[in-house]
């Protein structure tokens, strides 16, 4: 733990060394905090042992290495069909690297090692990396135009590939101290930097996340040639001559690179959902690290169109398959929900930093709705199968080439795969944040800390069975007595929030007093922007208490979202549900949930690696061979909505009618 520590400590003590201004609260390191619990601590391991072998299994076996390889060489054919499948080694590696920061192991680091050595072959002189022209620049991929960077504003990802570069680089320094991917790494910075910027090359990214890399890579620096070049690839969209302003067409007017206007004049969430999380990342990380008050302005006017109206009630955003985008305001069809896992992962990069501008537990709130629900649908229980999309209902008569049913190894452009492979392993620091003498406590995962407040250290320790039950334990231990403030997040689910909107609602309000004792006596909190605040001079062995109930909601949808109307979803804590063809007589297109329906639940641990299962009798509709309708009583079950299709093929369903209004006949 003192490695780890050391470790976490020099990257954050580089980062306060590297530039004055930055966000008011600071994430307590993942590498200081150790998970202990059911829930993700197996998620981490799988990934540990499964998903990162089959990941770089499946990087050599499709020909991404093998394209690094041919660029070295300087010969060959590029051997995949995208010029951004670079950028699945790098995720792989960076996912790697957070892995070997949790848990050394020589014969990983070894082969990452050997990894970078081929990518650090692949590179040109001058720093550029880019194996779809490197290979062979008189027959480059088609995506990629006759000159470097000259279809970058739409189609060659070539700074895309540069921004995930960034992010392994600094997660592997991090881990491992080595300096071998983040040389790569600098030397094309530079060349970027030296490309663009103030009277040079002028360019918005199309695929963003260069941004952020770079970001990074200032922050590990203090070089302000980075953060300069990430701000002025923010400052570059909306400025592009060759867009029609006056075409409807996302493509042609730029929303769909979130390029068709400046981005301080921007006031909704648009074009491609991955793009835009990315781009809305980095603008909070520019605010936060420039004062840029007019970004700040920005970034909140489009959270909020976000979750007032383009959010599904799982956490996941980018309804439409027609270019992976957001839709119009209230556009949320459920038959057709495209939900791309990597557009989940982008959304949780973007609230964590809202959350550290603004302190306010409602972007932890969604944050938690994603991580619980829309982002862990995307990866099987078994560690290495996929859902690129993410369904919000599957029935027998259904068929849409965008929508995925059943779960995949991989993809021909498998982003998501390799994107999960970074972000499970670092959901350690999302649980913990400090500002000042404050301690945010965010997430519950049982646990324990290794912290400092004051100049104290300070060991939490976390006990619960989250997020089954909303029994939480936290146990303080300072090195000695010290007075700091414990700001624990209420879950807005918890009081009476679906979300921090009107976009969806429960249907039955509860008392919203949340019991919280310290040392087995009732503590008189006070709630601050979502929090309880506990004011105290801590001592070891102080234990702090909180008993969040747990009901079955139902919940219902805004009046503006046509597909929801007149049904119920079901939520518990922060798990949505689904219902699943296997445990409902092979079909749950037929259920009805009444108004009136009361809920059990069951944990069951063999089933589905253990879950919460809610039970209830309802109706379902049945047609008779002579095609009379009718109704009659059923067993219910629902299951968390993220562990849905690991039992086969079948019908699936979140929204459910609360009555019968029509039925259509289909003819098999």
Same mark, same amino acid.
Request: hydrophobic share 40%.
């Given at each position: ?298 970034? $909140? ?6 979750? #007032? +109206?383009?959010? @599904?009630?799982?956490?996941?955003? !980018?309804?439409?398959? %027609? *270019? ?35 302190? $306010? ?6 944050? #938690? +709705?994603?991580? @619980?629900?829309?982002?862990?649908? !995307?990866?099987?229980? %078994? *560690? ?47 649980? @913990? ?236």
């Amino acid at each position: 733990m003192k490695k780890k520590i050391f470790l976490a400590g020099m990257l954050f003590s580089t980062v306060l060394n590297a530039q004055q201004k930055d966000y008011a609260i600071q994430s307590v390191p993942f590498t200081q905090v150790k998970f202990t619990d059911n829930f993700w601590l197996p998620r981490i391991l799988v990934n540990r042992n499964v998903t990162i072998p089959a990941s770089f299994e499946r990087c050599e076996s499709t020909g991404r290495v093998k394209n690094f390889v041919m660029a070295a060489q300087r010969k060959g054919k590029f051997c995949t069909r995208y010029p951004f499948d670079d950028t699945d080694i790098y995720k792989t590696i960076e996912g790697a690297s957070y892995s070997l920061a949790l848990y050394p192991d020589a014969r990983l680091e070894a082969y990452i090692d050997s990894l970078i050595t081929i990518i650090g072959n692949a590179q040109e002189p001058d720093g550029y990396l880019y194996t779809a022209r490197t290979i062979d620049p008189t027959a480059v991929h088609a995506w990629s135009g006759k000159e470097r960077w000259e279809k970058e504003r739409e189609l060659s990802h070539e700074l895309y590939n540069a921004g995930h570069l960034y992010e392994a680089a600094v997660a592997h320094f991090m881990a491992t101290k080595k300096r071998s991917l983040l040389n790569i790494a600098l030397k094309n910075a530079d060349l970027v930097c030296s490309v663009f910027g103030p009277g040079k090359k002028h360019v918005a990214p199309g695929h963003e996340i260069v941004e952020m890399g770079l970001v990074k890579l200032y922050r590990t620096t203090g070089k302000k040639e980075y953060l300069a070049t990430a701000k002025f690839f923010i400052e570059e969209r909306g400025h592009f001559a060759g867009y029609d302003p006056k075409s409807k067409d996302p493509w042609k007017n730029g929303a769909y690179w979130q390029d068709n206007i400046p981005v301080t004049q921007q006031d909704e969430a648009e074009g491609h959902a991955v793009r835009a999380g990315y781009l809305y990342s980095a603008i909070a990380d520019v605010a936060a690290l420039t004062g840029d008050d007019s970004l700040l302005i920005a970034i $909140d006017k489009i959270w909020n169109n976000m979750v #007032e +109206k383009k959010m @599904y009630v799982q956490g996941s955003v !980018g309804a439409l398959g %027609d *270019g992976e985008r957001y839709g119009k305001n209230y556009e949320l069809p459920n038959a057709t929900a495209y939900n791309e896992t990597c557009a989940a992962i982008a959304n949780v990069y973007w609230n964590q930093r809202m959350f550290l501008l603004h302190g $306010d537990a409602k972007y932890i709130d969604v944050l #938690e +709705k994603i991580l @619980y629900n829309g982002l862990i649908s !995307g990866i099987g229980l %078994d *560690g290495k199968s996929f859902f690129y999309t993410n369904a919000m209902q599957v029935t027998h008569n259904f068929k849409h080439s965008d929508i995925e049913f059943s779960r995949s190894g991989w993809f021909e452009c498998s982003c998501c795969p390799t994107n999960l492979v970074r972000l499970i392993p670092s959901i350690p620091g999302y649980v @913990y944040a400090q500002k000042d003498d404050n301690l945010y406590v965010n997430l519950f995962i049982a646990g324990s800390a290794e912290l400092t407040i004051k100049n104290t250290p300070v060991q939490v320790i976390q006990q619960n069975n989250y997020p089954w039950s909303g029994q939480l334990a936290f146990t303080i231990n300072p090195v000695k007595t010290e007075a700091f403030n414990i700001l624990i997040r209420l879950p807005g689910w918890a009081q009476n929030r679906a979300i921090p909107s009107d976009l969806y609602s429960f249907t039955n309000n509860r008392s919203t007093k949340i019991p919280v004792k310290v040392n087995g006596e009732d503590v008189a909190y006070t709630i601050e922007n979502g929090y309880a605040v506990i004011h105290r001079a801590w001592k070891k062995k102080d234990r702090i208490t909180v008993d969040i109930p747990m009901d079955v909601q139902k919940v219902t949808a805004n009046d503006n979202v046509p597909d929801d109307a007149g049904k119920v979803a079901l939520e518990r804590g922060p798990i949505m549900y689904c219902a699943e063809w296997v445990d409902n007589n092979g079909k749950t297109a037929n259920l009805i949930i009444p108004a009136n329906t009361q809920f059990g639940t069951e944990f069951q641990p063999d089933l589905l690696n253990g879950v919460n299962v809610l039970r209830a009798e309802v109706p379902s509709v049945i047609i008779g061979n002579d095609n009379s309708v009718f109704t009659v009583k059923q067993k219910f079950t629902a299951i968390p909505y993220y562990s849905w299709a690991n039992r086969g093929p079948g019908e699936m369903m979140v929204w459910f009618p609360t009555q019968v209004k029509d039925v259509q006949l289909i003819a098999k």
